[in-house]
């Protein structure tokens, strides 16, 4: 429901992302891990936190901008960045 630039951008079936997934190349959604939340209160639906072919987690109970300081998903990403 945003009105500001970014958040028209990121509307569904926006010109913005359409082009954007346009331009990725093949097998791109692969190298991605994304973490999401049924609790999210800024990404929704909650299907537009996962993309389609990546690795996607979710974590339980967790609002949108704790996800980044859970514990559970640093411990994933550190691993992660060991590989």
């Known amino acids: 429901f945003s009105h500001t630039i970014s958040g028209l951008q990121m509307q569904q079936s926006s010109q913005w992302l359409e082009q954007l997934e346009r ?10 891990t994304c973490f ?13 936190a996962t993309l389609s072919g990546s690795r996607n987690r979710l974590v339980p109970g967790v609002g949108h901008l ?3 300081f859970e514990q559970a998903v640093m411990e994933d990403v550190f691993v ?3 590989q």
Do not use: K, W
């Not at 331009?23 to 991605?32: A, N, W």
């Not at 999401?36 to 537009?48: K, W």
């Open 23 to 32: 331009d990725e190349p093949p097998g791109r959604h692969r190298l991605f």
């Open 36 to 48: 999401y939340s049924y609790c999210d209160n800024i990404v929704f639906p909650v299907a537009n």
């Open 66 to 68: 704790t996800l980044a």
């Open 80 to 82: 992660m960045l060991q």
